[in-house]
T-cell receptor
Framework: AQKITQTQPGMFVQEKEAVTLDCTYDTSDPSYGLFWYKQPSSGEMIFLIYQGSYDQQNATEGRYSLNFQKARKSANLVISASQLGDSAMYFCAMRVYSSASKIIFGSGTRLSIRP | EPEVTQTPSHQVTQMGQEVILRCVPISNHLYFYWYRQILGQKVEFLVSFYNNEISEKSEIFDDQFSVERPDGSNFTLKIRSTKLEDSAMYFC??????????FGPGTRLTVT
């Protein structure tokens, strides 16, 4: 069975600091993808970044990077130079390709940025 | 930039009534999905749809639920005989590849 674990229910970070949101996953499937989504208070789900299980390099998208450690089955999201607008719920998610389609989500981390 | 749209943004219905939630996926996408998020909880997969048929569904997606692509642009989720526990945010998503799924803004369903 596949599982995503986010152990930080909430985090407070000072503006302009870097922040790491933890995510570990479990799957026996060798082909999978890992995602991070941002959910602001307005409720929409915003795709941030994707990492494939066979990708050699860590994914980066602007201020977002994914620290992918395959042996440890972790896929932490790093946000550099945090901004007030980064305050939101962040979900780590996984898709295994033998499953064809569905994404499994973690329970989320609520990030609050202090001015 | 193309985006997934959903209507209505908020739907209030009485227990036992039928509701239809509507989604317009991104135009060149071929895979469509519905997820739900009960308030304060994680996002849960309901169903995926490809080539005019369901490709996968979760245990949540029982006979109360159905999906349809009635034309070339819309993708709908029908909930028959709604229950109080169906109250949630329902997200539609679409993708053209396995690498990402783009979510719509969601429909908040309140069953009273």
């Amino acid at each position: 069975a596949q599982k995503i674990t986010q152990t930080q229910p909430g985090m407070f970070v000072q503006e302009k600091e870097a922040v790491t949101l933890d995510c570990t996953y479990d799957t026996s499937d060798p082909s999978y993808g890992l995602f991070w989504y941002k959910q602001p208070s307005s409720g929409e789900m915003i795709f941030l970044i994707y990492q494939g299980s066979y990708d050699q390099q860590n994914a980066t998208e602007g201020r977002y990077s994914l620290n992918f450690q395959k042996a440890r089955k972790s896929a932490n999201l790093v946000i550099s130079a945090s901004q007030l607008g980064d305050s939101a719920m962040y979900f780590c998610a996984m898709r295994v390709y033998s499953s064809a389609s569905k994404i499994i989500f973690g329970s989320g981390t609520r990030l609050s940025i202090r001015p | 930039e193309p985006e997934v749209t959903q209507t209505p943004s908020h739907q209030v219905t009485q227990m036992g009534q039928e509701v239809i939630l509507r989604c317009v996926p991104i135009s060149n996408h071929l895979y469509f999905y519905w997820y739900r998020q009960i308030l304060g909880q994680k996002v849960e997969f309901l169903v995926s749809f490809y080539n005019n048929e369901i490709s996968e569904k979760s245990e949540i997606f029982d006979d109360q639920f159905s999906v349809e692509r009635p034309d070339g642009s819309n993708f709908t989720l029908k909930i028959r005989s709604t229950k109080l526990e169906d109250s949630a945010m329902y997200f539609c998503a679409s993708s053209s590849s396995p690498y990402e799924q783009y979510f719509g803004p969601g429909t908040r369903l309140t069953v009273t």
